[in-house]
């Protein structure tokens, strides 16, 4: 940990925030809990529109991860690559699709799931490299609304970077 943000003590969270750190046993999102309750109504408001783009969208649960994981492999959030959410893994998600991610040939991965980790990958990193033809192939796959989710969804697993920034450690998946 750096001294960029101070982690509030865990006898002076709020309630909620000790709640949900008490909730959890990987050392990092607790980490993670005590910076952001430096500003606890905005990470209340982070947390459930966060929520809401991850496990209520039109995605699917197994595109949703793989979405979040190839941003985090952006951001080398080690707390983000060091989770998997269960419903994703009960909806097919596998190590082995994990790992290629950062691949050249993704051979288990659907046509969707190849544009939308393509489009993750460039918006997290290089945004203006989107083109006319990532655009369309999106366009193919997935509605309007599905669009608009999978680019929230880029912006909130965002929080990477600054996770990092404040040297929050994880011990990541072996990607």
Do not use: W
């Amino acid at each position: 940990m750096n001294d960029f943000v101070s982690l509030v003590p865990v006898d002076e969270l709020p309630a909620d925030l000790r709640a949900n750190f008490d909730a959890t046993d990987r050392p990092g999102l607790r980490d993670f809990i005590r910076m952001m309750a430096n500003a606890p109504d905005h990470y209340r408001r982070y947390n459930d529109v966060y929520g809401h783009i991850r496990y209520d969208n039109h995605l699917g649960a197994r595109l949703t991860e793989l979405v979040r994981l190839a941003v985090a492999q952006t951001t080398q959030c080690q707390l983000c690559l060091s989770g998997r959410d269960p419903t994703a893994l009960a909806d097919g998600l596998t190590e082995e699709m994990v790992v290629e991610l950062v691949a050249d040939d993704r051979p288990h991965l659907a046509a969707a799931e190849e544009a939308a980790v393509n489009f993750a990958f460039k918006f997290a990193s290089d945004h203006t490299a989107i083109t006319e033809q990532d655009k369309k192939e999106l366009q193919t796959y997935f509605t309007p609304e599905q669009i608009i989710e999978l680019g929230l969804l880029c912006v909130m697993c965002m929080v990477g970077r600054f996770s990092m920034l404040a040297g929050i450690q994880a011990a990541s998946c072996a990607v």
